[in-house]
């Protein structure tokens, strides 16, 4: 999976498709910083996703899927 590193605001945001979806995630790497560096975060973002962790914190929609099943049986 490929994405894209755009400036918004004062930092630099990873944007990348998931499932169909654009997803816009910013890799915390001010516009002064080094661009390489907000690449390295790109990845490492977009392969969170693919891992089913998502770096908000939240829970993606497949794990809670998963463990609402789990919760009231199959």
Do not use: C, H
Not at 47 to 70: A, E, F, R
């Amino acid at each position: 999976m490929d994405g894209i590193i755009v400036e918004k605001g004062k930092y630099y945001q990873a944007v990348f498709r998931y499932n169909g979806k654009q997803i816009w995630r910013s890799t915390g790497v001010k516009v002064t910083g080094s661009k390489k560096e907000a690449k390295r975060k790109m990845n490492e973002i977009i392969q969170n996703y693919i891992n089913g962790i998502n770096p908000n914190g939240d829970m993606l929609l497949t794990q809670y899927l998963d463990s609402w099943i789990k919760r009231v049986g199959s």
